[in-house]
């Protein structure tokens, strides 16, 4: 199987480098590349959009996370950058944007100066006015009622709204949203803990007046154990000045996940998707929920389950064809197989109609979906198999299956689009999209030979996943 092009590296000004490939000659310029972004520490990718001029890529827009030694100016704190990227993979000038996390820790509860803050970066979403919206979580060190000594990690979900350039105002354009604290009955004893309220985004969308984001709630009990410790689908929606309309926490009797949204009916609804435990609190079942959005209140939210009962279900992404007909991917691991499958279910008027799981190899891990072309789907996934060169970490993979609405006795059977692609290295699947030509460009994180170092990893293949032209 063919791996990827190990680089060489080039340290720029601003802390990420650029990489080439050791022989740039073998791949055509524009046609197939594989490009690098990182410095000397923890880079990682998370989403990215594609900018098209009529059917030609105009550039790349890349949004992931940096430790990296020049990049934070030595803070050790973990920072949200975006990247640009010209159509061959190249970062333009001035292409890193930086989100330094002392813009956002004024507005953060009960923060403490001490211990580290990580920002993780999880979509971005482009706007009609060109702009981009940004979602993720901001994780901190927070202290309750001045207990000094006793410091106590918390997550808050963090939108940035950023221009077509990536320029953000740190007042008007940044929200966040938890990390409280509030007191609870420990199990009708009289006695009381407390507990960390924290909150983290997954994904946003614009609405018909605003924006609406969708992430979980964690309740975390500071003291006690036997405190309920439960997560909660967290919802969002915010006026077009990003000031918060409403804000709630909904979920069953047992643990809930928010992930994934798409708007509908010009934006007058959203479709949110999860997991749950539901009633079952032995397994996660994938969930979903369609919310009309008129007023300035919350409605009461009816979840439909997958309604699986040996394997916990664990959603990625949801793909819209139309606000009737919707597709959610992600993977599911048998309770009594002990395997990990890709899923796929399509949603049709609110409900799912229809789920499948894709006959690949045990251990892949579906990590996002497009629809093709040609009406096929086709997935960036990791698989831990190993190729004959010898690797022997997680790989990159390309897969495709058929449509739902085409032969579905043989939905199920996934077939390689091209190669597996990866190094010594344990590397992760992000994100992909199809280009007007028909070819792949895959955003991966890319771990350097087994060293705890990774860096961002942007892929274009041919037609058929395939590093040739």
């Known amino acids: 199987m063919k791996r990827i092009l190990r680089a060489i590296c080039f340290v720029v000004v601003g802390g990420l480098m650029g990489c080439t490939p050791e022989d740039p000659n073998s791949l055509a310029p524009d046609e197939v590349f594989v490009k690098y972004f990182g410095g000397e520490g923890i880079d990682k990718a998370a989403d990215f959009v594609v900018n098209l001029q009529g059917a030609e890529v105009e550039n790349y827009v890349i949004f992931g996370s940096s430790d990296s030694y020049l990049l934070t100016e030595q803070t050790g704190n973990t920072e949200w950058v975006l990247l640009f990227a010209d159509k ?3 970062l333009i ?34 706007t009609v006015n060109g702009g981009y919206l940004l979602v993720g979580s901001i994780t901190y060190r927070s202290i309750y009622e001045n207990e000094i000594e006793s410091s106590f990690q918390q997550s808050a979900m963090l939108i940035v709204r950023v221009d077509a350039s990536g320029n953000y105002d740190s007042v008007s354009d940044v929200r966040v949203f938890g990390s409280e604290y509030k007191t609870v009955e420990i199990e009708s004893s009289g006695l009381y803990d407390t507990l960390s309220l924290s909150q983290k985004g997954a994904d946003i969308v614009e609405i018909a007046d605003g924006y609406f984001a969708v992430g979980s709630t964690e309740n975390v009990p500071l003291r006690n154990a036997q405190a309920q410790d439960l997560s909660d689908f967290f919802l969002v929606k915010l006026d077009v000045d990003l000031n918060s309309v409403w804000t709630k926490s909904e979920g069953t009797a047992a643990d809930d996940f928010g992930v994934a949204v798409v708007s509908i009916q010009n934006g007058s609804q959203v479709v949110i998707a999860g997991q749950t435990r539901g009633n079952n609190r032995s397994v996660l079942n994938a969930a979903i929920a369609t919310i009309p959005l008129q007023g300035t209140s919350p409605v009461n939210i009816e979840f439909t389950q997958s309604g699986t009962t040996d394997a916990n279900e664990q959603v990625v992404r949801m793909l819209k064809l139309s606000d009737t007909d919707i597709f959610l991917a992600g993977n599911r691991l048998s309770l009594t197989l002990q395997n990990l499958k890709p899923f796929l279910m399509r949603i049709t008027s609110g409900r799912i109609q229809l789920s499948t799981q894709i006959d690949v190899p045990d251990g892949v891990e579906v990590a996002d979906f497009y629809r093709t072309l040609g009406g096929r789907f086709v997935y960036a996934a990791t698989t831990a198999e190993t190729d004959e060169g010898g690797a022997n970490g997680s790989q990159l993979l390309l897969m495709r299956t058929d449509d739902f609405g085409g032969d579905t006795n043989n939905f199920g059977e996934a077939d390689y689009l091209g190669y597996r692609y990866g190094g010594s290295g344990n590397d992760k699947a992000n994100a992909i999209v199809q280009l007007p030509d028909g070819k792949f460009v895959m955003l991966t994180t890319i771990e350097i030979d087994n060293n705890p170092q990774t860096v961002i990893g942007l892929i274009k293949t041919n037609k058929n996943g395939v590093l040739g032209k």
């Not at 292409?95 to 979509?123: E, M, N």
């Open 93 to 126: 000038p001035n292409g890193i944007k930086r989100f330094p996390t002392a813009d956002f820790l004024p507005l953060l509860p009960y923060f403490s100066s001490t211990g580290k803050v990580t920002c993780t970066p999880v979509r971005i979403k482009k």
């Open 88 to 90: 061959s993979g190249n």
